[in-house]
């Protein structure tokens, strides 16, 4: 039973440009979070994919975009990258509709920002 | 005030002690509460869920306080293994939830 994936595990990149990560859920999961955790700080939720739509949505600038496929999937875009978008990113999943608040981490994609 | 405080620690024990860490939380509206652990450039795992009456696994002890809004974690006869940032989480509803986490704690357990 494949567990939280994630895509890429690292990467690196310049202000100004784009990236798009990606992430697919546990099996028998439907529902998936993007958090960013800087060093040193607790993991800062993003937002949340449903049934192909946002949900819920943290504090984040509209940079940030997301979508989700219709096999749970789910992509996270950020544009315009500043030095400050430097994190590593965490993909989550859970079944909504049961244990929604247990959450099940990728191991992350590392985001560089040069 | 942050909406979920931690102190970063970190806590240096040696193997066998007692550690307990705390967490408080700002919000009342506040539904359900974790610990997660997250180990050095890993991602977070479930450590165990905080229930109103407490509960326990093994060694470790987690209690929740509404009144005072806080939460603990009790790890008794510390391993080795147990050294880690150690996550509070804390949910609140809102149609679906919003989990929050703290900054963690760092435990640092030595021979």
């Known amino acids: 039973d494949a567990g939280v994936t994630q895509s890429p595990t690292h990467l690196i990149k310049t202000r100004g440009q784009q990236v798009t990560l990606r992430c697919s859920p546990k099996?028998?999961?439907?529902?998936v979070s993007w958090y960013q955790q800087a060093l040193g700080q607790g993991p800062q939720f993003i937002f949340q994919?449903?049934?192909?739509?946002?949900?819920q949505r943290g504090n984040f600038p509209d940079r940030f975009s997301g979508h989700q496929f219709p096999n749970y999937s789910s992509e996270l875009n950020v544009n315009a990258l500043l030095l400050g978008d430097s994190a590593l990113y965490l993909c989550?999943?859970?079944?909504?509709?049961?244990?929604?608040?247990?959450?099940?981490f990728g191991s992350g994609t590392q985001l560089s920002v040069l | 005030r942050k909406e979920v405080e931690q102190d970063p620690g970190p806590f240096n024990v040696p193997e066998g002690a007692t550690v307990a860490f705390n967490c408080t939380y700002s919000?009342?509206?506040?539904?359900?509460f974790f610990w997660y652990r997250q180990d050095c450039r890993k991602e977070p795992k479930l450590l165990m869920s905080?229930?109103?009456s407490g509960n326990e696994d093994g060694r470790f002890t987690a209690q929740l306080n509404r009144a005072s809004q806080y939460i603990s974690l009790l790890i008794r006869d510390s391993k080795l293994s147990d050294s880690a940032t150690y996550l509070c989480?804390?949910?609140?509803?809102?149609?679906?939830?919003?989990?929050?986490f703290g900054r963690g704690t760092s435990l640092i357990v030595h021979p």
């Open positions: 989550a999943s859970s079944a909504r509709g049961r244990t929604i608040e247990k959450l099940f």
């Open positions: 099996s028998g999961h439907d529902t």
């Open positions: 994919y449903y049934e192909e739509e946002e949900r």
């Open positions: 919000n009342s509206a506040s539904q359900s």
């Open positions: 905080v229930y109103s």
């Open positions: 989480v804390v949910n609140r509803t809102g149609g679906s939830y919003i989990p929050t």
